[in-house]
């Protein structure tokens, strides 16, 4: 056997101990995720905006005041705490948001849902208890949304940009709720 082919031999023995040790220690790459990770980029012009977040499912579930209880911080979706980010200062409602990336908790309510920028990134969503890791101190916007019924079932958690009317939305849809916050640049 020459050398070269001895290199490539140990070179992919060694990239298949890596990803085997990466798969016990950190995450089942190999196993399908209940809740799989997405993210969402809006661009236009010299904007972009980016939503990373972790996308579950209804499964006959009651979702908000069951599964998400009411008037309780939510992580807004599963696993990773879900994060928003900006190349732009943004104005939502009148307030502020300025460059950066924060993560993103809602509180839902049957008639409204509190949405909270926070720029403290966490790296998980919840702790041992299950509580969420949000800290209200490092809030820099909070904003109150109606939400909107919807006439169809949404399976799997959802968020979007919508810009279709030439206003910009973040939306949020997962079983027949409908959140949409309004985006400025």
Same mark, same amino acid.
């Given at each position: 056997m020459n050398a070269f082919l001895k290199r490539v031999l140990i070179l992919l023995s060694i990239i298949a101990l890596g990803l085997f040790l990466?798969?016990?220690?950190?995450?089942?790459?190999?196993?399908?995720?209940?809740?799989?990770?997405?993210?969402?980029k809006f661009e236009l012009n010299d904007l972009e905006l980016n939503v990373f977040y972790n996308?579950?499912?209804?499964?006959?579930?009651?979702i908000f005041g069951g599964l998400v209880p009411y008037n309780k911080v939510w992580r807004t979706g599963a696993n990773e705490a879900t994060t928003f980010e900006t190349n732009k200062t943004l104005k939502i409602n009148n307030m502020v948001l300025p460059v950066g990336k924060y993560t993103l908790w809602?509180?839902?309510?049957?008639?409204?849902?509190?949405?909270m920028f926070n720029?403290? +990134?966490?790296?998980?969503?919840?702790d041992s208890e299950m509580n969420p890791m949000w =800290?209200?101190?490092? !809030?820099?916007?909070?904003?109150?949304?109606?939400? +909107?019924k919807l006439e169809t079932v949404v399976e799997q958690?959802?968020?979007?940009? =919508?810009?279709?009317? !030439?206003?910009?939305?973040?939306?949020?849809a997962?079983?027949?709720?409908?959140i949409a916050i309004p985006l400025k640049s």
């Open positions: 990466y798969s016990v220690f950190v995450e089942n790459i190999f196993e399908k995720r209940l809740s799989p990770k997405d993210t969402v996308r579950p499912y209804k499964k006959g579930r009651e809602t509180v839902p309510k049957d008639s409204t849902w509190t949405v720029s403290k +990134q966490y790296e998980w969503g919840v =800290d209200p101190n490092y !809030d820099v916007i909070n904003v109150e949304v109606p939400v +909107q958690f959802t968020i979007a940009f =919508d810009n279709s009317t !030439d206003n910009l939305f973040l939306t949020m997962w079983d027949d709720v409908k």
